[in-house]
């Protein structure tokens, strides 16, 4: 069966660190991948998402994650943080029906 | 504005008594969802719809029911056979041509008392 793992259930890191929120999916086809944001008592956001084309994909606010086919893994990345970026991230895999598969979540907390 | 909205936002029920849960979308969007969060688990789907009048029950649906009468509109019922309802539950819509990607409403927090 399909599956999303996040490494990590929490991560803290200092303001203006760098930081890497693991990813890793178990599919036998072809997959489109995708980062969401979740701020406390909201719903969930697209931070990023990774269809075909360029492995690196990136966001707005500067995030990037990297589509890596060999070692089934998306990881996001930020190189410095910045106490707005505090909330759950969510990893997540598309799955027949038109449904997603979410993996189980990373809370980060930036501390100054 | 286009979008996905969810009400109420905080919900409170009485052990034993049905609630429904309303979800409307104004994106002409094909697909609904429904989802429940806990805190460390995720999110587990409870029900989804493809088209109007059609469902399917998701990994977790014993004790909820929905309807999908309307394109727009994708309310969910907590029933009393629900042991453990106090969770928050999100919607999502998705249209058919944006590769799975799912917009998400603010969720409804339910608390039973």
């Known amino acids: 069966a399909q599956s999303v793992t996040q490494l990590d259930s929490q991560v803290p890191v200092f303001e203006e660190a760098p930081v890497e929120l693991r990813c890793n999916y178990s599919?036998?086809?072809?997959?489109?991948l995708f980062w969401y944001v979740q701020y406390p008592n909201q719903g969930l956001q697209l931070l990023l998402k990774?269809?075909?084309?360029?492995?690196l994909v990136e966001s707005i606010n500067g995030f990037e994650a990297e589509f890596n086919k060999s070692q089934t893994s998306f990881h996001l990345r930020k190189p410095s943080v910045h106490i707005s970026d505090t909330a759950e991230y969510f990893c997540?895999?598309?799955?027949?029906?038109?449904?997603?598969?979410f993996g189980q979540g990373t809370e980060l907390s930036v501390k100054p | 504005d286009g979008g996905i909205t969810q009400s109420p936002k905080y919900l409170f029920r009485k052990e034993g008594q049905n609630v429904t849960l309303s979800c409307e979308q104004n994106?002409?969007?094909?697909?609904m969802y429904w989802y429940r969060q806990d805190p460390g688990q995720g999110l587990r789907l409870i029900y989804y719809?493809?088209?109007?009048?059609?469902?399917q029950k998701g990994d977790i649906a014993e004790g909820y029911s929905v309807s999908r009468e309307k394109k727009e509109s994708f309310p969910l019922t907590v029933t009393s056979a629900q042991k453990n309802p106090t969770a928050f539950y999100l919607c999502?819509?998705?249209?058919?041509?944006?590769?799975?990607?799912?917009?998400f409403g603010p969720g409804t927090r339910l608390t039973v008392l």
């Open positions: 997540a895999a598309s799955h027949q029906g038109g449904k997603l598969i």
């Open positions: 599919s036998s086809v072809s997959v489109y």
């Open positions: 990774y269809l075909s084309g360029s492995t």
């Open positions: 994106l002409n969007h094909d697909a």
């Open positions: 719809s493809q088209i109007v009048n059609d469902f």
């Open positions: 999502a819509s998705m249209s058919f041509s944006s590769y799975n990607e799912q917009f």
